[in-house]
């Protein structure tokens, strides 16, 4: 059994070891000149990944088609009380900014027929789209509703929001997307 002294010598040297271990071992930093290639991914700091569904009218839209534009990708069902009380402060973000950036309604495992009455009940005007076997809503790894992602014009993610957004939220993080456009 070590004494107390032999204890504290023992941890010296292993942390000793440890930091040297660290300083060896590190890697070179890269200096990237340009922007480096990103990856897709549904997290902050990479491109959102590309999917192409119809809207509830049988139009598509393809993700990477409105780079140009921020997008806000709003993960939601009919099903879901969270999902409904952040919907009126959607539509009227999309009113007063629709005509700067692209909002989409990305539903989860429901049909158009199911679909369509509650955005004419609700008053949707932003485009509802179809994922009826919920494929995009796993590909972005959508576990909680509603969830939403705000992405750049350049198609990188800037965020993920879980939870409901209210018009204050939803307007702040748009105008944070355009700034960083312009």
């Not at 999902?83 to 989860?108: F, K, M, S, T």
């Not at 992602?149 to 409901?164: K, M, N, P, Q, S």
């Amino acid at each position: 059994m070590l004494n107390r002294f032999q204890s504290t010598i023992l941890i010296l040297f292993v942390a000793l070891l440890g930091g040297a271990w660290i300083v060896i071992s590190r890697e070179d930093v890269l200096q990237f000149t340009g922007r480096p290639e990103l990856t897709e991914a549904p997290l902050a700091g990479y491109l959102a990944p590309d999917f192409t569904l119809p809207t509830i009218q049988g139009e598509w839209v393809t993700l990477s088609d409105l780079r140009g534009r921020p997008v806000v990708l709003n993960f939601w069902a009919t099903w879901c009380p969270p999902c409904r009380a952040e919907i009126p402060d959607i539509q009227r973000v999309h009113e007063r900014l629709g005509h700067r950036v692209h909002i989409l309604g990305v539903d989860q495992g429901e049909m158009a027929n199911v679909i369509t009455p509650f955005g004419l009940e609700m008053g949707i005007t932003y485009p509802l789209l179809v994922d009826a076997d919920s494929q995009v809503n796993r590909a972005y790894g959508i576990n909680a509703l509603p969830t939403t992602l705000f992405v750049d014009a350049e198609g990188v993610v800037r965020e993920v929001f879980t939870g409901i957004l209210n018009r204050a939220i939803l307007e702040s993080r748009i105008e944070k997307l355009l700034r960083d456009a312009d």
